[in-house]
Structures are given as C-alpha cells and as structure tokens.
C-alpha cells in the first residue's frame, strides 16, 4: 500500500513549547535534534494524532495525562493536528486537545489499526531497552503474554482451540448416552429391511451414475446452448440442437463463397504484381509498412512514456502543443516552460529566504531595544529626587553656614554626630548635580532608542507582509520539487522525441507515395474495396490503405481457415450431442424406476433408518473435523514457526549483528494438541539450542535482537499500516550495526514503507541522510532539525531533498 502520514502541527506539548508545523510527506523522514529538545515528544504527537492516546506513556506512568501539557503553555493544555492518506485510515479524526486531565478528539485511525500501530509500528526510546520483557509471558496465572496473543492472532488458533473442544463428544459414542438417547433406539431398528435398502439402493446408484456420466457428456457437448445451472428437457433441447446445426451449415456455405472471391483475387493480385508498375509497388508497400511498424513500435515505448510525461505537463502549462504531430517541438515547448516556472519558484525560494533571515534579526533588534527603554524608565524612576535648581539654592545657602546650625531652620545639627553641617550640605550639593547630570544623559538615550525602535518596527511590519506563510512556502518547495523532476525526465527523453518526429515524416511520405502508385495501378483499382466488404462479413477490422493487398489477402485467408474450422467442428459436436440426448432420455427413465423401487422400500424402514443414518454421518462428519483440525493446528503451528517467524526474525539479525554467534527464535512447540505458548530461545548458528536471549546476549545485541524482533513482528502479518516510527533506535550499536540497520531501512523504503527515525547523535544524523538521501527519480527525504530559540520557544525546521542526477556520470 501506498498511504503516507502527510504532515504534522504541534502547540505546547510535553517539551515542545510553542507552534510548529512540519510536513511527512515522503518515504524516509529523518528528525535529529539534542537530547531534551522534543524528538521523543514529536513521536508521541505522531502517537497521539493517530490513535487518541500515548500508550507508550501510559505503560509506565497511569496519569501521564498530567504532563502532556508544557508547563508554559497559556492556556494549559496541548493542541496536535496529522494528515495522513485519506484512503488509508477508518477513523474521521486527527485534531486532539490534551488539558492534563482529558484527551478531546479523535484519532484518526480506527480501533484495531489504533492497536496495530501501537504493537507493529511505533518503537518508543523507552520500550526499546524492555521490548523483550514486555512480550515475553510473566503472568504467573497462565494467562497468554502478548507474544503469545501475537501469535495466536496470526494463525488463528483461538478458533481452532474453540473448534477441538466443541468437537470433543464426537470422539466417542458412548458419549451420546445422555445428550441423544434416541440415537441409539436408531440402530436396533428394522435390520432386516437393511439388505433390501441396500440392494435397491445399489441398482439406484449405479442408474444415477449412469445418468450423471450421460449428463455430464451432454452439457459438454452443449454448454454453448444449455446453462450450467439449467435443466435438461429433452424434447426442447432437440430443437434447440437441430436449429444451431443448420445454421452452422449455412455459414459454411457463406464461407466457402468468401473464399472463391479470396482466390480469384489472389490471383489478380499475383498478375499485376509481373508488371513494372507493380513491382514498384511492392517495394513501395515493404517500405510503407517498415516505416509504419517502425512508427508503431516508438509509440508504444519511447512515445507513450512523452506522451503521457507531456500530458502530466500540460495540465500546469495548458498552451504547450500536443506530441502527436512534432514530438521535437512539444519537447522543446514543455522543456522552455518548465524551466522557466522553476526559475520563477527558485528566485521566489531565495527571497523568502533573505526576507526571513532579516526579519528574524529586525524583531530581535526590536526585543533588545524595547528592553532598553524599559531599563531607561526604571533608571528615570530611580533617580526621581534629582533636580539641578535645588542644588543650586543649597549652594547659597551654604555661604551663611558658620557653625552646626541650620540658617533655615536653627536646628543644631551637632546633635546627630555625623560631622560638620557644612561638609553634609557640601556632599548633597555634589550628589544633586550628578545625579541631574546622569538624568539628563538618560532622556537623551530614550529618545535616541525610541526613534531607533520605530524605524525597526517600520521596517519589522513592511516585512512581515512579504515573507510567505507556512503552508505557501510548503507548496513552492513542493512545486519546485515537482518542477526538478520533470526537467530530469524531458532531458532523458530530448532523444527520443527527435527520434518520434523523423519516424512520423518517415511513415507520412512513404504512405504519400505509395498512395500514388495505388492510384496508378488500374488492374486491381477497385479490388481493396472488394476485399474489405469480405473482411466486414468475417468480422474483421478493414486495414489502412498502405497495407498491401497481398498481406491483406493472407490475413483474410487465416481468419476464414479459422472461422471454417470452428464452424465444422461445432455441427460435428452438436450432431454427437444428438446422439447423445437419445442415450440419455432412456437413462433417465431407468433411473426413475429404481428411485420408485427405493423409495417403497425406505417408507418401511424412513424413521428408523434415517435417524441412524443421519446420526452416523453428523458423528463421522464431526470426528473427521476434528481430526482436520488437530492436523492443521499441529501442521500450521509448525510452518509458521519455522517458515515464517523464525526465518524473517533470523534474517534481519543476521543482517545487523553478522558476528553473534547465539541467533534469538521463538521455541517451537513440541507435544502436538497441546496450547500454544509463544516463548524465546537462542539458537548456535553450528547447532544446538541456547538459553533466553537476555541470558545469553549482549547488551548491544540484546537491542539488536528486541529491534528485529519488532521489525518481524511488523513483516509477519498483512500490512494493516505502511509505517516504521522508531525513537533512536541505534542505542549500544557500534558502526557495523548502523551500516547494516541503514541498508535494512533502504530496503524497507524500497518495499512501501514510510520510515520516520529520530536521532540525537548528529554524526548519526548526516550518515543517515546521506545513506537514506533520494535514489531515483520521484523518491524524496525530509530531515528535520529540532532546537530552541532565544526564548525558549522550539523550532523545528525541515527540508526536502529530491532525487538529482549525477550529470558528471551521466557526461
């Protein structure tokens, strides 16, 4: 299948703090970002979209709906909105509020592809480390692990189980004592009357049998008069054959006149083909027809994959021309506009870029110099006491100051011990003209920062209405995308098209010229016209004019040998089928009359005979299903485990851990009729068994081991969701287990799944890109880099690479 999760908008939740919208709209998506960032929280809204819930949350925290709000958010709650392939998901939801107490919303997939999400297609960071823990059975009342229901679901053995133990009664006879008593009643009935059943029955038989075999030679001799399900009525049906073997016998007559006029044209044919003229023809025809089968053969390869590229173009560019008459001038039109629309878009791309880079350092001109004002008025606050004129009154005033007492107020300042009145009217003095001098030099950088914030703002505004939104910048990268691709696949096809155009003049003048020799030849002038009336009665289509006529004869002359042969053979099937309905109206009443014989003898012996028959075959039915069905448990069970589980687990680690010697499977079940519990072992790659693979693995391959076990798991089953999410799932691997892991999601990418991987490591990161990066036309990767801004907002930009061509290689 071939859905997508489409793109993703997150508000304030668990550490994603404020808006961001990303797209998914491609096969692989790469996300990367350090740890504390919001990948695990990005996956969880992924989660969330899709299912209404985070399951892989709730595992170990119950009231995880408590923290799925950011603690910042205004509103205290958190909002995530997903796309995915309408044609895909059962569900009608996928906008969701979380408050911290309640989910409002719905998933947008359905109950089961909900659950088949959440066990086959989301690998969280923290369920990596205890994947095999949490399949595994350690219940200790017996009930199925959900490995164990896992693997029940797939082959189905619930009913199964139900079917055996239902079965169980019919195991033996005396078990029906109780439940049928009159099943036994039944067999102690009239033994005498049995032989003659029998014998009456066996003469029966063997008249039906009879009869059937008749019958069955009958329809196949008629099945193109009588229906499968349809009755046989002798008298009727003889009418029915007599009436289609005349008329079988007068098409021949037809035919055989179609053929005289075939020869004698043949012949005509072969006369004026002796001429000058004729043998100009001739070659005039072979060079006709070369050049329409040359013609033919472009434009069921090269041609159809322009035309359908040029149709694909002409919807976006309606005034490019149609191939069919120059394919050299509608590749050249399509491959002007096409780079011209991409240049367009490229120059529209970059200014965006220029615009958003100079308005993100415009607002935060905006936020340092609006904080610079805030800081000049606290500091205008502060210094509110200052004022030049009195400092010059105290200067006055201090001339008349002789001793400790004030001249205004008389008061004796000795008495507060703090020095000479002059010297503390002396340091205010100094206080005041300072501190008017700081006041002074602060308004004048108010109103310097205040003409400086209007002027950003200005231009913060003009800006801001030229910079595109998210979803029209989304749409040009895409179309410039689209635009890209096309450019790659006008330049393969530049040859072919000039090819087309020298075939299509070469088929045009050849017809042209051997027209005029038709026209010439005035032996056989009207004989085309002739012939195709005969080629109307054999039902056949009338060839082009260049055909020539002796080929025209020779297809003529093998679909009425054709037509001859069936006509003859079907009036000698139907008069055997004549013969053949005499044999079987005298079966017929054979059979009748030993079905009357029966059936006087069953009327002596009807309860009790069928009571007793009807009772042994329910119980020979019943016991012949339930041994079908412990074989096919038994059978079942083991291919499964063998063919297909532990193959498909085996090979993938295999693939990403190729130096462990111990291979992790599931046991396989020994005593046959037994429950299946599905259980984990490891196998020696020389022979023998192994103990659990958390006993007998290392850390790193004991991840490895639980991340294939998760991939096969996913593989197994019908793909109910095309999707991968895993959240870091190189945790403990070293190189070789990357560079195997990343040529495992090639291949799955390959096979129609959409991989969605987050990484903290950014060496990771850029490996990954470059292995996952596009490798075919139409093939495309987003990478998304998550952090945080100067105020703690996350951001979460991404790109869209496509498929580019290597031109070097290429030259």
Not at 180 to 199: G, I, N, Y
Not at 406 to 416: A, I, N, T
Not at 532 to 549: C, E, H, R, W
């Amino acid at each position: 299948m071939s859905g997508r999760i489409t793109s993703l908008t997150v508000r304030n939740f668990r550490s994603i703090r404020g808006d961001i919208s990303i797209s998914l709209d491609a096969p692989t998506v790469l996300i990367h970002g350090p740890n504390g960032t919001g990948k695990t929280s990005l996956l969880s809204a992924i989660e969330l979209g899709l299912t209404g819930a985070v399951t892989s949350l709730a595992r170990f925290d119950p009231n995880y709906l408590e923290y799925l709000p950011h603690k910042l958010s205004p509103d205290s709650s958190a909002h995530v909105a997903i796309q995915a392939d309408e044609k895909l998901y059962e569900g009608s939801g996928g906008k969701l509020t979380a408050s911290g107490s309640t989910i409002q919303g719905e998933g947008k997939l359905s109950e089961e592809q909900a659950r088949f999400y959440t066990e086959r297609c989301y690998l969280a960071q923290a369920t990596l480390g205890r994947l095999l823990e949490i399949y595994e059975h350690q219940d200790a009342r017996n009930t199925d692990s959900p490995l164990t229901r896992f693997v029940k679901e797939m082959l189905g053995l619930d009913a199964l189980d139900a079917l055996i133990d239902g079965l169980h009664v019919s195991g033996d006879v005396r078990r029906f004592r109780e439940p049928s008593p009159l099943f036994w009643t039944a067999r102690s009935d009239a033994p005498e009357l049995d032989q003659a059943v029998e014998t009456a029955a066996a003469r029966a038989e063997t008249a039906r049998r009879e009869r059937d075999q008749i019958e069955v030679n009958l329809r196949e001799l008629s099945k193109s008069i009588i229906k499968a399900d349809q009755a046989i009525i002798p008298d009727r049906l003889r009418l029915e054959l007599e009436r289609h073997a005349s008329e079988h016998e007068e098409k021949l007559g037809r035919l055989a006149k179609i053929r005289r006029d075939l020869n004698a044209a043949a012949t005509q044919v072969a006369a004026a083909a002796n001429t000058e003229a004729g043998s100009a023809r001739a070659v005039a025809e072979e060079a006709s027809a070369t050049a329409r089968e040359a013609l033919a053969r472009w434009q069921a390869g090269s041609g159809a994959r322009l035309e359908t590229l040029l149709t694909t173009i002409q919807e976006a560019f309606p005034e490019i021309p149609a191939s069919s008459s120059d394919p050299t001038a509608a590749h050249a039109a399509a491959t002007r506009a096409v780079q011209g629309a991409r240049t367009r878009l490229r120059r529209t791309v970059d200014a965006d870029d220029v615009a958003t880079k100079t308005l993100g350092e415009i607002t935060t001109s905006v936020n340092q110099g609006q904080g610079r004002v805030d800081a000049i008025e606290r500091e205008l606050a502060a210094e509110g006491g200052a004022n030049r004129e009195l400092a010059e009154a105290l200067s006055a005033i201090s001339n008349h100051i002789s001793d400790d007492h004030c001249p205004v107020c008389g008061r004796d300042y000795g008495e507060l011990g703090d020095g000479p009145l002059a010297a503390h009217v002396s340091e205010e003095i100094g206080r005041l003209v300072t501190a008017a001098g700081r006041v002074e030099a602060l308004v004048s950088d108010r109103s310097n920062t205040l003409a400086a914030l209007t002027d950003a703002r200005r231009k913060q505004t003009e800006l801001q209405g030229t910079v595109l939104s998210l979803n029209e910048r989304e749409s040009v990268i895409f179309e410039l995308a689209q635009r890209d691709e096309w450019l790659n696949s006008l330049q393969e096809l530049e040859l072919e098209a000039a090819v087309g155009s020298r075939l299509i003049r070469d088929a045009t003048q050849s017809a042209q010229a051997l027209a005029a020799l038709n026209n010439q030849t005035t032996s056989i002038s009207g004989l085309r016209e002739e012939l195709q009336a005969n080629a109307a009665q054999l039902g056949i289509k009338p060839q082009p004019a260049d055909v020539p006529l002796g080929a025209v004869i020779q297809s003529m002359s093998s679909e009425l040998d054709r037509q001859e042969a069936n006509e003859s053979a079907a009036k000698a099937n139907l008069e055997r089928a004549l013969t053949t309905l005499r044999t079987f109206a005298a079966a017929q009443q054979s059979l009748e009359d030993a079905t009357k014989e029966l059936d006087v003898l069953k009327e002596r012996q009807a309860k009790s005979a069928t009571r007793r028959q009807e009772a042994d075959r329910r119980i020979a039915v019943a016991r012949d299903l339930l041994t079908r069905a412990q074989t096919v448990r038994g059978n079942h069970v083991r291919d499964i485990f063998n063919d297909e589980l532990n193959a498909v687990w085996r090979q993938l680690f295999i693939r990403l851990a190729p130096d462990e010697n111990f291979v992790p499977a599931f046991a396989l079940p020994e005593v046959a009729g037994k429950p299946v519990e599905a259980v984990l072992e490891t196998h020696y790659r020389s022979g023998g068994k192994g103990g659990n693979p958390r006993a007998m693995l290392s850390a790193g391959n004991l991840n490895t081991a639980a991340l294939t076990l998760f991939l096969s798991l996913h593989l197994s089953v019908r793909p109910k969701l095309p999707w991968l999410v895993i959240d870091d799932p190189v945790q403990s691997m070293d190189d070789v287990h990357i560079a195997q892991f990343a040529a495992l999601l090639r291949t799955l990418k390959q096979h129609g799944r959409q991989v969605i991987i987050a990484v903290h490591d950014r060496q990771l990161f850029d490996y990954l890109s470059l292995e996952l990066s596009p490798t075919f036309n139409g093939d495309r990767l987003i990478t998304v880099e998550l952090g945080r801004n100067a105020d703690g907002f996350t951001t979460a930009p991404w790109a869209l690479t496509t498929f580019e061509p290597d031109r070097a290689v290429a030259a």
